[in-house]
């Protein structure tokens, strides 16, 4: 009599494994997206950047209205809300409004609309479109600043964006702005080059300065296991001693001048203006867009890419896969230096056409909070760069128009910041819940899983 634990694998009955819940596999592909375990992963997850989308095409509207991305646009409304009760309780009218609240609050809350509304109209205006303007020209030249401004934002903030994604925090930006400044600077000055080779060397000198700078701290970090933070802190302050030394040296300073200020680069090393003379937006743009497509190829759909992100999510993990991870490290700080440095060649060969020790300005710290607001992805921290170039173009119309003060839009950025580095802070404002919400597609599926077995 046969055996009934024993049977023929070709009759025994076999019972269907469930598949797996979909939010458990989307959990761990995305696990690759994360920076070093420290920072949440991105509203794209590590799928759909390597170039396998389960479940078909993600469109553009859905990764913003959905997960980290919902919460980037909502960190912005708030901190808009915010900002405008902050004017507003700072205007003069709300002041005397508020002495008689009581009697006629309808004054009040009037007065209090009517001060918020009137700063971020002149704010759009002075960086968006401008309808009192002379002309198309006038009415749109607002737009085209806040270009010029937003190009070495998105260069930079690109920089910082990529470290992030291989778990590398690239305070260094500043930095490595200023070396390629001073490099591009000086062959733009120093060297008599033929229109186009000339122009072509002074990008190529700056990308340079800023991929050596930043290399020299992936270096460090790969061979001694410093910390990043500490290095690229300490190499601002190294470039930004070197400028001035070298601006108070005859092969750096104008001749005739006492002031720390470069010869004039010449006309064949500046980039051309893409709309004429009157805009002063420059061909640096254009740049700024084909660097943000070619960091969206290098993280989606290159190896290189994939390391880096495997490098991000789990050090260990990724050097047991065979990742050399030092030179990851090495490589992906050289390339985040020189997106920094085409933001010192955009600021020298583009906006100010001379070196002097003010050329970084703050981009390179202000490219933290881009890529930060970007959720460190291209596209996103492309949008976020113009977002924080509107803020400063329309900062001075702003002041201008209703006596607004300018910092009131550090503040703005400041909050940004805040609610950008509390998402749960920003989802309890608005009544998200996404675990009630991960909860429910987790018992949809296990259902849908189940009905299907039994079938």
């Known amino acids: 009599m046969p055996d009934p634990q024993h049977h023929d694998s070709k009759t025994a009955p076999h019972k269907p494994h469930p598949p797996k819940p979909a939010d458990e596999e989307t959990a761990a592909v995305a696990s690759l997206d994360t920076a070093g375990g420290a920072m949440e992963p991105s509203a794209v997850p590590a799928s759909a950047q390597s170039g396998k989308i389960p479940g078909g095409a993600e469109s553009l509207a859905r990764r913003i209205f959905t997960g980290s991305g919902m919460v980037s646009v909502l960190a912005v409304l708030l901190a808009l809300i915010l900002g405008g009760l902050l004017i507003a309780l700072t205007d003069k009218q709300v002041g005397t409004t508020a002495t008689y609240l009581l009697a006629r609050p309808s004054d009040f809350f009037s007065a ?157 090393a500046v980039y051309p203006q893409i709309f004429g003379t009157q805009y002063r937006l420059h061909l640096g743009f254009l740049l700024a867009i084909a660097t943000t497509v070619f960091v969206w190829w290098l993280l989606a759909r290159s190896t290189v890419g994939f390391e880096f ?43 100010e056409k001379v070196l002097t020790d003010g050329v970084a300005a703050t981009y390179g710290f202000d490219a933290i909070t881009v890529a930060l607001l970007g959720r460190s992805t291209p596209w996103g921290t492309f949008a976020a760069g113009l977002l924080f170039g509107a803020f400063r173009a329309g900062a001075v119309q702003m002041q201008i128009q209703t006596g607004t003060p300018i910092d009131i839009v550090l503040v703005v950025q400041s909050l940004i910041v805040l609610f950008i580095a509390a998402p749960p802070l920003v989802r309890a404002v608005f009544g998200l819940n996404p675990r009630r919400k991960k909860a429910a597609r987790s018992a949809r599926s296990t259902t849908a899983a189940t009905t299907g077995g039994a079938a």
């Open 309 to 351: 992100r495997a490098v991000g999510a789990n050090p260990k993990a990724a050097q047991t896969a065979g990742i050399n991870v030092s030179r990851s490290t090495v490589l992906v700080m050289a390339i985040a230096g020189g997106l920094a440095g085409m933001a010192g060649v955009a600021q020298v060969a583009g906006t």
């Open 112 to 268: 209090l609309w009517s001060a918020a509304t009137r700063s971020y109209v002149a704010l759009f205006q002075g960086s968006v479109f401008n309808p009192r303007g002379s002309g198309l020209a006038g009415q749109v030249a607002p737009l085209m600043e806040t270009l010029t401004i937003a190009t070495p934002l998105i260069t930079a903030g690109l920089g910082v964006a990529i470290a992030f994604r291989a778990g590398l925090f690239n305070i260094g930006a500043q930095g490595q702005i200023i070396v390629a400044g001073i490099l591009a600077a000086w062959a733009g000055f120093a060297l008599h080059l033929p229109p186009g080779l000339h122009l072509l060397l002074v990008l190529v000198a700056g990308i340079a300065g800023g991929a050596f700078w930043g290399g020299l701290v992936g270096y460090l970090k790969a061979r001694t296991g410093a910390h990043e933070v500490i290095i690229t802190i300490m190499f601002n302050y190294i470039a930004l001693y070197f400028l001035q030394y070298l601006l108070n040296t005859p092969a750096f300073q104008r001749p005739g001048e006492t002031n720390p200020i470069s010869p004039i680069l010449d006309p064949s």
